[in-house]
């Protein structure tokens, strides 16, 4: 066998390894899980997966495979987006990203840190959002666009997430 040949072989495996790892790591319960950490840790009940909420945002997540640009579909859910410039981006990366924004609210004035962001966490831990579901595609351009929605939507102005 040829080096040449050795070398195409190799990359060839390691690419459905990889192809494999990441569709491992992007199933529901990874969206779940995520999801459920976060609210648990202030004492909230789990979300749950609706098939019909899924679809909506696999339906918006389609529209964006030709762009991948950070738009939100303005729908009837609440509604997390996540836009990375590589496909090994997984479901697991965009709820810690917006989870990791726990830092950034403060329950006590119900506010973020001026010049941060932190609605993307309250939306996961608003206690009256308890059905959840999510797409995420590879975009044309060589990234991923990720999309939670929640049923009922949350961040409503004026009332604490839990």
Request: aromatic residues 12%; charged residues 20%.
């Amino acid at each position: 066998m040829t080096i040449l040949k050795f070398a195409f072989i190799l990359a060839s495996i390691m690419a459905i390894a990889m192809t494999n790892k990441t569709l491992a790591q992007n199933s529901q319960k990874d969206y779940l899980d995520g999801h459920n950490s976060a609210r648990k840790a202030v004492r909230l009940g789990p979300v749950t997966w609706d098939d019909n909420v899924a679809a909506y945002a696999q339906n918006y997540a389609n529209r964006r495979i030709g762009d991948c640009r950070l738009i939100h579909s303005h729908g009837p859910y609440g509604e997390n987006i996540f836009w990375g410039s590589w496909t090994g981006y997984t479901v697991r990366d965009a709820v810690n990203s917006w989870a990791s924004e726990k830092k950034y609210y403060n329950y006590t004035s119900n506010t973020c840190q001026p010049g941060r962001v932190c609605g993307h966490y309250t939306q996961i831990v608003w206690r009256d959002s308890n059905k959840i579901g999510c797409a995420r595609v590879n975009c044309n351009n060589g990234g991923v666009f990720i999309i939670c929605n929640y049923k009922p939507a949350g961040n409503v102005r004026g009332r604490r997430p839990y």
